[in-house]
Nanobody, 121 residues
Framework: QVQLVESGGGLVQAGGSLRLSCAAS????????MGWFRQAPGKEREFVAA????????NYGNSVRGRFSISRDNAKNTVDLQMNSLKPEDTAVYYC??????????????WGQGTQVTVFL
């Protein structure tokens, strides 16, 4: 069973940047595809980004493509999400996720507790 712990959330002004990190334990992280999702109040959970076991494959949600970048360090068992050009609509709780399956959003089934990101004007 994988355990995922997110960090790096906080308050940021629109147009700014923030970097989230997820620490994975209880597994060999290189066995898992990793991802990030988010959920805003009153909305469904939304796919943000995913990265393959090797780090060579990535997938992004339409609303963040070109602004966010996902990366991983298998030696450290971490996966990061670099968020640039942040907008108020990026405000949400961000969740780290893991899967032994593919990179599609529906493949993910293990979740962290989440970290809050708030973007203000």
């Amino acid at each position: 069973q994988v355990q995922l712990v997110e960090s790096g959330g906080g308050l940021v002004q629109a147009g700014g940047s923030l970097r989230l990190s997820c620490a994975a334990s209880g597994l060999t992280s290189s066995s898992y595809n990793m991802g990030w999702f988010r959920q805003a109040p009153g909305k469904e959970r939304e796919f943000v980004a995913a990265i393959s076991r090797s780090g060579r494959g990535t997938n992004y949600g339409n609303s963040v493509r070109g602004r966010f970048s996902i990366s991983r360090d298998n030696a450290k068992n971490t996966v990061d999400l670099q968020m640039n050009s942040l907008k108020p609509e990026d405000t949400a709780v961000y969740y780290c996720a893991a899967t032994l399956a593919g990179l599609a959003p529906e493949d993910f089934g293990s979740w962290g507790q989440g970290t809050q990101v708030t973007v203000f004007l």
